[in-house]
């Protein structure tokens, strides 16, 4: 176990070259090994990396930042899962938003610059009775990649966005220490430790906009936030009552 203050994310880093994802990979490993907290495995490139909701992530081989992290994050009750991706939405926010002002957290865990896609976030986690056992991070985020395909119109990067090329060392090495600062927060504060600023970040927060409920008619509301159990809450502004989301119970219009 790590010391109280001592780097975790990362500390210990391994390269892959062409994996299906990371996150396979990483569950694959754990299932006959036993890593270090922080273990982080990073690949050049992925034939079957994975999204939201079983989504898939294309992503131009050497050219993105493509990684999983385990954490064990004993600490949390399995009811707060959710501030894991409120913590890898918040890292991703905070290396982004300097460069990009118009970087935003899309609930619950895309990040956009503007209205397009710019990174995703997948998390597996293991529970051992009312808490967390384990966690793998997976992380994909489009640093140097200029060219998607014509399925994704609505993907971009940091070189798109930007008009310059990136390190990708230098990227993952600055990600992977906001990581671990966040992962300490949570750990000495809680999990709503995060709330503030991952709500600060959240796209079309406080703006009115439409949206598609499964099963019903759409309606005009606007965003209030993130409830602890990584519920959106949105207020209706037909009903003016406030209303929890899943994600697969509502969609962005």
């Known amino acids: 176990m790590n010391a109280p203050g ?100 899309k609930w619950p865990n895309d990040l956009l610059a503007g209205d397009r896609k710019i990174a995703g976030i997948l998390i597996r986690t293991t529970v051992q009775g009312d ?18 395909p014509p399925e994704l119109p609505r993907a971009t990067s940091l070189a798109l966005a930007t008009g310059s090329l990136h390190d990708l060392e230098a990227v993952r090495q600055q990600l992977l220490s906001e990581l671990d600062t966040l992962y300490s927060v949570l750990r000495t504060e809680g999990a709503l430790a995060l709330d503030t600023d991952y709500a600060s970040a959240l796209y079309r927060k406080g703006q009115e906009a439409r949206f598609a409920p499964a099963g019903g008619p759409p309606f005009p509301g606007i965003i209030q936030g993130v409830d602890t159990a990584g519920c959106l809450q949105v207020l209706d502004l037909n009903s003016r009552q406030v209303r929890l989301f899943t994600p697969k119970e509502i969609r962005f219009l």
Do not use: H
């Not at 994975?50 to 992530?57: L, N, V």
């Open 131 to 148: 808490q967390l056992r384990s966690c793998i991070l997976g992380i994909g985020l489009n640093v140097n990649q200029t060219r998607f």
């Open 6 to 105: 001592q780097p975790v994310i990362g500390q210990t880093l391994l390269r892959l070259g062409e994996v299906t994802s990371t996150n396979d990979w990483l569950e694959s490993f754990t299932t006959k090994n036993t890593p270090p907290e922080g273990f982080t495995v990073q690949a050049d490139s992925q034939t079957a990396g994975k999204g939201q909701f079983g989504s898939s992530w294309y992503s131009a081989p050497g050219l993105n930042l493509l990684l999983s992290i385990w954490l064990t994050p004993r600490f949390l009750p399995a009811a707060n899962a959710f501030a894991l991706a409120r913590m890898a939405a918040l890292g991703l926010y905070r290396i982004l938003s300097p460069q990009l002002p118009s970087a935003s957290v």
